[in-house]
């Protein structure tokens, strides 16, 4: 199983530009997260999807969108890059069950994306 | 509000030493409890996790955390500390509300180095 898979590794682009960071996850996970790391900022959560059809809202969601593809993949569109959007991006998922709440929170991540917005 | 407080930015210890990295950490049902680890240009793998019962919990590389619910902490340590323990340390804590289960909260991290 390769896990989590996050294309590209890489990425510059200049202000205005769009681009779309690729997540997959050969898990059978229900829930798929986005975050980005900054530096003295720990991880901050972009957007999460809980289930396949279901998108939310995580604690920066401003410049970004998201698309559940189905259950393996979950995308993040930069529609106009900001230098703010500079960061390091990681995707994560989880297997979460309604039916058995617990200790299926573990968070799966994948290597991250860097971005630089120029 | 949730939320989880790592004592600590930078912590640096000299190799074979106690390495003690702090989390504190607030919820008003009972936590289920998280420590990732995220080496250089890496991203961030589970190094132990408390749930349920018992209070002491081991983890990958020697590490383990003691849940100590009466002081709300949830401390990591590893006996004598490796050059290769150099790395970010993430605690974090499951979300209690209905609204945000689903989710993990997160403290800011804190970065470990090992002196040889």
């Known amino acids: 199983n390769a896990g989590v898979t996050q294309t590209p590794k890489f990425q510059v682009l200049k202000t205005g530009q769009s681009m779309t960071l690729q997540c997959a996850q050969d898990m059978n996970h229900n829930s798929m997260y986005w975050y980005r790391q900054d530096p003295g900022m720990g991880l901050r959560l972009i957007y999460y999807s809980a289930s396949e059809g279901t998108t939310d809202k995580g604690e920066v969601p401003n410049g970004y969108n998201v698309s559940r593809l189905n259950k393996r993949e979950f995308s993040l569109r930069l529609e106009s890059a900001a230098p703010s959007q500079t960061s390091v991006y990681f995707c994560a998922s989880s297997e979460i069950s309604v039916a058995r709440p617990g200790p299926f929170n573990e968070q799966f991540f994948g290597p991250g994306t860097r971005l630089t917005v120029l | 509000a949730q939320s989880v407080t790592q004592l600590g930015s930078h912590v640096s210890v000299s190799e074979g030493a106690l390495v003690l990295l702090r989390c504190n950490y607030s919820?008003?049902?009972?936590?289920?409890l998280f420590w990732y680890v995220q080496y250089p240009n890496q991203g961030l793998q589970l190094l132990l996790k408390y749930t349920t019962g018992a209070t002491l919990v081991k983890g990958i590389n020697g590490f383990e955390a003691e849940f100590k619910k009466s002081e709300t902490s949830f401390h990591l340590t590893k006996p004598s500390a490796h050059m290769s323990d150099a790395a970010e340390y993430f605690c974090a804590v499951r979300g209690a509300q209905a609204g945000n289960n689903r989710k993990l909260i997160w403290g800011l991290g804190t970065s470990l180095a090992v002196n040889p």
């Open positions: 919820s008003s049902v009972p936590p289920y």
